[in-house]
């Protein structure tokens, strides 16, 4: 997938403003605008959402905080990319439990017809391979909440 995770708008600000207040203070006010009933679906750029960058920040508080609220686990941007894709890019097992378990889609295509499942191979991340290949993933996963 050409730059699943490496195109995404301010993610490397995102990122250095991390470092630079800790990723705690920025969890603490995603939080907050969710509880304030700010909308969490709603897009920016080509079609990011607020778990979409939330995945891409490796932000666990923010991803269950959107999750709780209503945010839809199988929103796709502009691209087709979901973030249970994000989540394979980037290597990150937690973030990609929390969406399987929320009901993501592990079905879902991209525009270029790339899964998560075959995002992770691709790119060797072995860490979410053992999530999304294990037994009953997909049952989870179908299980789980819409999101929608």
């Not at 691209?79 to 890019?89: D, K, V």
């Amino acid at each position: 997938m050409a730059g699943a995770g490496h195109d995404l708008p301010g993610r490397d600000r995102v990122r250095r403003r991390q470092d630079q207040e800790g990723a705690g203070q920025l969890d603490v006010a995603a939080v907050a605008l969710i509880n304030g009933h700010a909308d969490a679906n709603q897009t920016i750029g080509a079609g990011y959402t607020p778990l979409m960058l939330a995945v891409a920040g490796q932000s666990t508080a923010t991803t269950q905080a959107l999750l709780t609220h209503g945010a839809n686990v199988n929103a796709k941007n502009a691209g087709g990319i979901t973030a249970l894709m994000i989540a394979a890019s980037e290597d990150q097992a937690t973030l990609a439990i929390m969406l399987v378990k929320a009901g993501a889609d592990l079905g879902a295509r991209n525009e270029n017809g790339e899964t998560a499942l075959s995002i992770a191979q691709q790119h060797d991340r072995q860490a979410v391979l053992k999530v999304l290949e294990q037994p009953g993933a997909s049952a989870v996963s179908n299980s789980g909440a819409t999101g929608s």
